[in-house]
């Protein structure tokens, strides 16, 4: 069997996409180390390949066999950190950040960046301003260029799309929410965002789903608020990814309630509970309860 090297997919793939060297690489690595990748004569590593990937929309996770015992020990320490800051534990996630500080290369943009984009997650609860701070350092260390009027302009990873979400949010929670819909917007009209052929960008693409017809839903744009969260539905039901799905529910439901249809608004409401329910979000439930019963009578 004949064997290929990683720099063979990235290279075919990009070609593929009509990706040039310099767009993929740009803030990850210089196109001379790109060329080297590509041609099997220098081993990337895990944060830099999984960032070329993430930017082709490719699937990063069967190449993790390839990870040496330090990548490994990295790639560890950002899936614990992930988690803890998801639960909300962020002394503990600022331990394992300062393990992951100490064995990280110095000069690894991409891990420097997910350390940035973790910090602002605990700031997040607190100080939104400083939050935002972060997040764009954050995105500077690889779109040093970066204009938020132009956002579709840009060949962004997973994790550049999530820095952006955080950034979006930082807006909504500090009042200005038609600049956060702006930012959703952009990222929505992208060609090469709305591009869906693996599970992570399916993810991501359900949480902006969630978070744009939110905004939508508060600004009164119902019509859009439905369609942008139907989209965030279908995804969660194509793919399997049920994270959002009670959310997206009730984003629907409180638009149709809007536009006068109540028996579909409460069908909805209906199944946002119950999904909301199997994924065990407690809280999600008790929201969807007290709307259920303040808006229709409904007792779930």
């Keep these: 069997m004949k064997a290929y090297h990683i720099g063979f997919f990235i290279k075919q793939k990009r070609e593929k996409e009509g990706i040039s060297q310099k767009e993929l690489c740009k803030g990850i690595c210089d196109n001379s180390t790109l060329s080297r990748i590509e041609r099997g004569k220098h081993e990337p590593s895990i944060s830099i390949l999984k960032a070329l990937l993430q930017r082709l929309g490719m699937d990063e996770d ?14 560890n320490l950002q899936k614990e950190i992930v988690f803890l800051n998801t639960q909300k534990q962020f002394e503990q996630a600022a331990e394992k950040i300062k393990q992951l500080e100490k064995i990280a290369d110095s000069e ?6 997910f350390i940035l984009r ?3 997650l605990a700031c997040c609860w607190t100080d939104y301003t400083t939050a935002r701070e972060i997040l764009l350092e954050s995105l500077r260390i690889t779109h040093p260029d970066f204009d938020f009027d132009h956002i579709g302009d840009y060949l962004l990873s997973i994790d550049e799309v999530k820095i952006l979400n955080q950034i979006a949010v930082t807006y909504s929670e500090t009042g ?6 702006y930012i959703y917007q952009q990222l929505f009209k ?25 905004l939508l839903g508060k600004e009164r744009r119902y019509e859009e608020c439905i369609e942008v969260a139907q989209y965030g539905y279908d995804i969660c039901v194509k793919y399997n990814k049920c994270q959002e799905m009670g959310g997206l ?9 809007a536009l006068g249809q109540d028996e ?12 909301n329910r199997l994924m065990k979000k407690c809280k999600s439930c008790d929201v969807v309860r007290k709307y259920a019963e303040e808006t229709f009578g409904m007792k779930l």
């Design 62 to 75: 069967p190449f993790s066999i390839l990870l040496g015992p330090k990548d490994f020990e990295i790639s």
């Design 264 to 275: 579909e608004s409460k069908s909805r409401l209906i199944d946002s509970y119950y999904a």
């Design 118 to 120: 973790s910090k602002a």
């Design 190 to 214: 992208s060609p090469l965002q709305q591009v869906v052929n693996n599970e992570a960008r399916a993810s991501v693409l359900s949480l902006l789903a969630y978070n744009y017809s939110r």
């Design 176 to 181: 200005d929410r038609r600049y956060a819909i």
């Design 108 to 113: 690894d943009k991409i891990v420097k960046q």
């Design 249 to 257: 529910l009730l984003n629907i439901s409180y638009s149709l309630h």
